[in-house]
């Protein structure tokens, strides 16, 4: 009879414990169901399916009331031009939650988004109306006077004259602005693996080449300076490779690369563009891997790129860029000789770039404000 009420006892124990514990987990589960409609959302915005991801952002709100999830309904809702209730939304920011740089990004958007609705109708002027036929003495050009014609008329878009200067309904920044997509961008990383053809770098006595064809690859970064006309510098590092042409040299010779480029896009389809680049870098030859010795040259670099974009906002970048590296004559003051290795006079390397960029359009070092949440 002791053991049965123990049993009992430890049961009833168990169940209240459970029961005790729901709570907690019943609310964590429509948190973690928001948390997946939001990333959803995300998504869908990110592929510009703006109703799509509205309806995610709302679900999300349903679930657990944040002012995050507000503030990607009001930002959606802006796409699909629901300016009233995106106004709403972003109201509900501030009440549900936010942190002050949530708030900063909905006070500004806010701002933007009220410039878009109607603006309210001017009530009627106050006090005696005219007489219908008399003189309105306010009119500069009474009845029976002609208009001056040189006289200038105002320019339309500036502010009239009886605005309230707080008044958030003239023109601001645009947070939401869309285009389609150019091209355009702040900087970008990339990347060529090239395929050498000797023309000159190395050769004997009898004018006969010392190194033969090899492979080399360039990383470089690209800083957009001027986008009206598509104006840009780099800056690239590279390394080659060119194996020994016969047995009279036993190491191939290794060359680095570190200098700065100028370089500008030409529009020849809607995603391809050409785009020549000039530039001049340091180079360090290494003929004999075994010693950490190098021989400086100067190069100039001389590059024609076919440019491929791809993505929804032409980030992605496929290139076939066909370039000549001249160099000078290695200067040499080590026992190291570059005669020895026939590199006392001047040659150049043909490349043959196959590569791919990833282009940003936020400042480098930064990112872009306006984002979802």
């Known amino acids: 009879m002791k053991k049965q009420l123990s049993l009992t ?10 029961l005790s514990a729901s709570p907690n987990l019943s ?37 657990s009331a944040e002012g995050r999830f507000y503030f990607n309904i009001c930002f959606s809702l802006n ?34 988004l009220r410039a878009k609705l109607p603006a309210p109708a001017d009530p009627p002027p106050a006090g005696p109306t005219t007489a219908p036929n008399a003189p309105d003495p306010t009119n500069p050009n009474p009845a029976g006077t002609t208009t001056d014609p040189n006289a200038t008329t105002p320019n339309a878009t500036e502010t009239p004259p009886n605005a309230n200067p707080g008044d958030t ?11 389609e997509p150019t091209g355009d961008y702040a900087w970008s990383l990339g990347l060529t693996l090239n395929p050498l053809a000797n023309l000159g770098v190395g050769t004997d006595s009898d004018g006969d080449a010392v190194y033969s064809a090899g492979v080399g690859l360039n990383v470089f970064a690209n800083f957009m300076y001027g986008a009206e006309q598509q104006i840009g510098i780099q800056v690239y ?16 010779l290794t060359i680095y690369d570190l200098g700065g ?15 020549p680049l000039v530039g001049l870098h340091a180079g360090f030859m290494q003929p004999d891997s075994s ?43 080590s026992e190291m000789d570059a005669k020895d290795d026939g590199l006392d006079t001047g040659g150049a390397i043909l490349e043959f770039g196959f590569g791919y960029t990833y282009r940003f359009t936020s400042p480098f070092g930064s990112g872009p404000l306006f984002t979802l949440e």
């Not at 006892?9 to 459970?18: E, F, I, P, R, W």
């Not at 480029?261 to 785009?275: E, G, Q, T, V, W």
Request: hydrophobic share 40%; aromatic share 10%; proline share 8%.
């Open 27 to 63: 609310s964590a589960q429509p948190a973690a169901e928001a948390d997946a409609h939001n990333d959803a959302g995300k998504a869908l915005f990110k592929e510009r399916r703006y109703l799509e991801a509205y309806r995610r952002f709302k679900q999300a709100a349903e679930l």
């Open 291 to 333: 010693s950490k010795e190098v021989l400086l040259v100067v190069g100039l670099k001389l590059q024609a790129s076919v440019d491929y974009y791809l993505g929804a906002g032409r980030e992605h970048v496929l290139s076939f860029a066909p370039a000549i590296k001249a160099y000078s004559p290695a200067f040499s003051e």
């Open 169 to 179: 309904r003239w023109p601001v920044p645009d947070p939401f602005a869309t285009k």
């Open 79 to 112: 796409y699909l031009e629901r300016f009233e209730e995106a106004v709403a939304a972003c109201e509900q920011v501030e009440p549900n939650g936010a942190d002050p740089a949530l708030m900063k990004k909905t006070n500004t958007v806010l701002t933007a």
């Open 237 to 252: 590092g590279g390394a080659g490779s060119l194996p020994p042409a016969d047995d009279a040299v036993p190491d191939p």
């Open 9 to 18: 006892l430890l049961s009833t124990l168990c169940a209240l414990g459970v």
């Open 261 to 275: 480029a100028i370089y500008k896009h030409y529009p020849l389809a809607k995603n391809i563009d050409f785009s």
